[in-house]
Nanobody, 124 residues
Framework: QLQLVESGGGLVQPGGSLRLSCAAS????????IGWFRQAPGKEREAVSC????????NYARSVKGRFTISRDYAENTVYLQMNSLKPEDTALYYC?????????????????WGQGTQVTVSS
């Protein structure tokens, strides 16, 4: 059974860092494009970042560009999101998602498979 499990969230002060992990099980994620999305209370879900199956293409939302870095470890079947210089407005539930298309997409509808999310709270 295809499953995505996010981890690494938590409470961090502004300016701090976190690394989120998206561990895949039940399938080899190397053939899938992976995206990170987030949703804050009372707001719509928004795209954060994506990476293609080859790892050769990445993309970021304008709000996180230069602060977040997406990467993937094929041996671990895991995709990471390194988040630096965190701001209170980064507070949200972060989800990873997978698509068999293998592409890097910031469009949520391209992803049929979703994890349950990990909470990130940036506060002093």
């Amino acid at each position: 059974q295809l499953q995505l499990v996010e981890s690494g969230g938590g409470l961090v002060q502004p300016g701090g860092s976190l690394r989120l992990s998206c561990a895949a099980s039940g399938f080899n994620s190397r053939y899938y494009g992976i995206g990170w999305f987030r949703q804050a209370p009372g707001k719509e879900r928004e795209a954060v970042s994506c990476i293609s199956s080859s790892g050769g293409t990445t993309n970021y939302a304008r709000s996180v560009k230069g602060r977040f870095t997406i990467s993937r470890d094929y041996a671990e079947n895991t995709v990471y999101l390194q988040m630096n210089s965190l701001k209170p407005e980064d507070t949200a539930l972060y989800y990873c998602a997978a698509t068999t298309l293998g592409i890097c997409s910031l469009t949520g509808s391209a992803f049929p498979y979703w994890g349950q999310g990990t909470q990130v709270t940036v506060s002093s």
